[in-house]
T-cell receptor, first 112, second 116 residues
Framework: DTGVSQDPRHKITKRGQNVTFRCDPI?????LYWYRQTLGQGPEFLTY????????KSRLLSDRFSAERPKGSFSTLEIQRTEQGDSAMYLC??????????FGPGTRLLVL | GDSVTQMEGPVTLSEEAFLTINCTYT??????LFWYVQYPGEGLQLLLK?????DKGSNKGFEATYRKETTSFHLEKGSVQVSDSAVYFC???????????????FGKGITLSVRP
């Protein structure tokens, strides 16, 4: 158990709907990362927070995606107007002083 | 840009066999290198890491040596067990040691199945 939780674990939605995922790292994780993993591929970086500041976004993060980390604790990732190509596993990772990323179990999204 | 290439899988071995999973990388500067493992039904876990050339990371009987001259970080284990069945990912962080964003670049992963 890495101490990082994600909710929900599974989400099925219809194309065009909005979805929001939540990640809760442990309190020592001042850095938080979001990744996306599709079948047969390794995780790909989406975005990164240092405390509450979003410091980097990947080209993969289209304008339909938005992420927040209010108060530097939990984080949310929202996808607006979902498309079938958004179907993937969304992973969150927290990182503290030890510079090791601890991953949550992921949220599996299926867009019908 | 940065990239990680892993050997094609899946790999099936008998218990107590020797394991090698190849990993090579392309990166600017001197990245830190990692092996992550994903057991069935679980999240990604760090298996081992190495932060500079010639460093050897080790954990749970697995080892990998950071080879700058061949840009490789191959994973080895002398005697695999059924419980080692999992998906293994090689990854790098190009800015890990600078204290900046430590985003990881992953390979595609390889599935290891160990037969009793």
């Amino acid at each position: 158990d890495t101490g990082v939780s994600q909710d929900p674990r599974h989400k099925i939605t219809k194309r065009g709907q909005n979805v929001t995922f939540r990640c809760d790292p442990i309190s020592e994780h001042n850095r938080l990362y979001w990744y996306r993993q599709t079948l047969g591929q390794g995780p790909e970086f989406l975005t990164y927070f240092q405390n509450e500041a979003q410091l980097e976004k990947s080209r993969l993060l289209s304008d339909r995606f938005s992420a927040e980390r209010p108060k530097g604790s939990f984080s949310t990732l929202e996808i607006q107007r979902t498309e079938q190509g958004d179907s993937a596993m969304y992973l969150c990772a927290g990182e503290g002083a030890g510079e090791t990323q601890y991953f949550g179990p992921g949220t599996r999204l299926l867009v019908l | 840009g940065d990239s990680v290439t892993q050997m094609e899988g899946p790999v099936t071995l008998s218990e107590e066999a020797f394991l090698t999973i190849n990993c090579t990388y392309t990166a600017t500067g001197y990245p830190s290198l990692f092996w992550y493992v994903q057991y069935p039904g679980e999240g990604l876990q760090l298996l081992l890491k190495a932060t500079k050339a010639d460093d050897k990371g080790s954990n749970k009987g697995f080892e990998a040596t950071y080879r700058k001259e061949t840009t490789s970080f191959h994973l080895e284990k002398g005697s695999v067990q059924v419980s080692d069945s999992a998906v293994y990912f090689c990854a790098l962080s190009a800015t890990h040691r600078t204290g900046a964003n430590s985003k990881l670049t992953f390979g595609k992963g390889i599935t290891l199945s160990v037969r009793p």
